[in-house]
């Protein structure tokens, strides 16, 4: 459990933790994997969500997923990537949040990912929460923490009490 004065901290710069799914590189689950190579090596970003035609989050493409499709035993081709779509190839059992997720979860689940997606009760793709907008807010809280808060050791504490 996160102490309530470290929470706190944490969420002074809650706007800024999310980063709003209108920012974020997309792709549409129907789409080419032409079209997404291309989408991928323009935003230079390894991962991104992948959304269905009513914005819901449905998965993430990775250029690895899509370099994996084009490879053969003995040379790349990206000729097939005409015959395939996203759908054909995205990742579908990814760790996401929706939009009343508490801190904790989210720490935990950034553990294992660069960005979580964040959804609403309707799974409407709502943006993403970034391992580095995290990274940010400890930076400030540790910086914080003793200018707010009064932060006394637990054997000087308990000495006190005594």
């Not at 002074?12 to 590189?25: C, G, Q, R, W, Y």
């Not at 949040?97 to 309707?122: I, K, R």
């Not at 943006?127 to 000087?156: C, D, M, W, Y």
Request: with cysteine; aromatic share 4%.
């Amino acid at each position: 459990m996160i102490s309530h004065a470290v929470e706190e901290l944490m969420l002074e710069n809650k706007d800024s933790m999310l980063i709003p799914a209108e920012n974020v590189a997309n792709v549409m689950v129907g789409n080419p994997l032409e079209h997404a190579l291309l989408v991928l090596s323009k935003v230079g970003y390894s991962t991104i969500p992948v959304l269905d035609k009513e914005d819901h989050f449905v998965g993430l493409l990775s250029i690895n997923d899509v370099v994996d499709k084009m490879l053969e035993l003995d040379e790349i081709d990206s000729t097939n990537l005409s015959d395939f779509t996203v759908e054909d190839i995205m990742r579908t059992e990814i760790a996401m949040v929706d939009t009343h997720c508490e801190l904790e979860d989210v720490l935990h689940l950034l553990v294992n990912a660069n960005f979580l997606p964040v959804v609403d009760d309707q799974h409407i793709f709502k943006g993403i929460i970034t391992r580095r907008e995290i990274l940010k807010a400890v930076n400030h809280t540790f910086h914080e923490l003793e200018q707010k808060n009064s932060v006394v050791p637990k054997f000087l504490a308990a000495h006190l009490k005594s």
